[in-house]
């Protein structure tokens, strides 16, 4: 007898929980979400707001430590420093979160014991702890476009070819 009474009071609590929750569900009101926009974000730099005129950002790096320091590899066929033939790849550098940029291509032309000609850049990367290490990948410009990568520990004013870098890990 005991077993049946708390079966019909379980019964009648659940029956009754379950007509709360659908009154409650017909008559809350929907939730909309805001519709999404789409805006344009340029790059800040000397003239137009680009870092420099007719190129293409390849690959970007900002140092984890305050954001300001910006390392970027363009391509362009207009006048930078660059290396390559009819395009040219260059490595900039902003210390002001991108609102001015510095060309250090030179540095990477100049990089210690390179074992080829640069032809190409392709990548950069800074270390997430110290904006001073970074390293900058491309290949050169024999027949075979082998590959390299260069490292600086002091943000880029020096670069070395890492095949002559000792192992330090």
Do not use: Q
């Not at 929750?21 to 979400?33: K, L, Q, R």
């Not at 954001?67 to 260059?90: K, M, Q, R, Y």
């Not at 491309?138 to 390299?148: A, C, N, R």
């Amino acid at each position: 007898m005991r077993n049946k009474r708390i079966s019909k009071i379980l019964g009648w609590g659940l029956s009754t929980g379950l007509i709360f929750a659908s009154v409650a569900a017909i008559f809350a009101s929907p939730v909309a979400a805001d519709e999404m926009e789409w805006g344009i974000v340029n790059t800040p730099s000397w003239e137009d707001l680009v870092i420099l005129p007719a190129s293409d950002i390849i690959d970007y790096d900002i140092d984890g430590d305050d954001g300001n320091t910006i390392f970027a590899v363009l391509v362009s066929d207009l006048g930078c420093t660059g290396v390559g033939g009819p395009e040219h790849f260059a490595l900039v550098k902003s210390e002001d979160g991108g609102v001015t940029w510095s060309d250090i291509t030179e540095n990477v032309i100049d990089a210690a014991n390179l074992p080829g000609v640069i032809g190409t850049l392709v990548a950069v990367a800074v270390a997430p702890d110290d904006p001073d290490w970074l390293a900058v990948a491309g290949y050169d410009d024999t027949g075979g476009g082998l590959p390299f990568v260069v490292a600086s520990n002091d943000g880029g004013s020096n670069f070395s070819y890492t095949g002559d870098m000792e192992d330090v890990g």
